[in-house]
């Protein structure tokens, strides 16, 4: 286990499914991160949270729904998501600040039909 | 936004041999991290480089930062089959965000 919890590990839906993924760290981080992993790409930063306030969003489409309820969870949910859509959608956690390495959780591998 | 090149994408090595890989940027850099991820598995950090010209080793890997602070380097000497997976570099895009940006990576496949 890393510290960051993510769950399901693995996630089939339809295009016409809500969703949630769900992350959760007790690292006693204030900055939490949701990155989207696609073959052949690079590691694609979404949403940030600073102390449970989004501070960026990557001009994510917004069939993608962040949540962050406090600095120690952090949800994305999911509605009429697209084929292309799927990926290894991975939670990290930070000390804010420049000096600070991420902690990656394992992922949810999504898969959308 | 701030872009770190990567090089080589792949790399196969036998078993034993020396693996480099390299991360560059057109811009100076605040500082960079770099990662592994193992197959199947998770990106984990390995390091944090801040100041110009340094080195860090951690066992049989050693990594640089240039003297400009616009390109850095991972050398694993020796590899053996668990040094299997991809080596990532992460840097802050310019214009004073701290969130790092992520290469392309390099993948390493060690042939026994």
């Known amino acids: 286990e890393t510290g960051v919890t993510q769950t399901p590990r693995h996630l089939v839906m339809g295009m016409t499914n809500k969703k949630s993924l769900k992350c959760e760290q007790h690292?006693?981080?204030?900055?939490m991160y949701w990155y989207k992993q696609s073959a052949k790409k690079p590691l694609e930063l979404m949403f940030v949270y600073n102390f449970k306030e989004q501070t960026e969003n990557n001009s994510v489409p917004s069939r993608f729904s962040p949540e962050c309820p406090n600095s120690s969870h952090l949800f994305l949910h999911l509605h009429t998501l697209q084929p292309e859509d799927s990926a290894l959608y991975l939670c990290?956690?930070?000390?804010?600040?420049?000096?600070?390495?991420?902690?990656f959780g394992s992922g949810t591998r999504l898969t959308v039909v | 936004g701030q872009q770190v090149m990567q090089i080589p994408q792949y790399q196969h090595v036998q078993e034993g041999e020396d693996f480099t890989t390299y991360c560059n940027s057109s811009t100076t850099l605040s500082n960079i991290q770099w990662y592994k991820q193992r197959p199947g598995g998770h990106p984990v950090f390995l390091i944090q480089l801040v100041k110009s010209g340094e080195v860090k080793k951690q066992k049989r890997l050693t990594f640089q930062f240039g003297e400009a602070k616009k390109n850095s380097s991972l050398h694993i000497t020796a590899t053996q089959t668990t040094d299997v997976g991809t080596y990532f570099c992460a840097a802050p895009s310019s214009g004073g965000s701290y969130i790092p940006t992520f290469g392309r990576g390099t993948s390493l496949i060690v042939h026994p």
């Open positions: 690292l006693g981080h204030n900055a």
């Open positions: 990290a956690s930070s000390s804010m600040g420049a000096n600070y390495g991420y902690t």
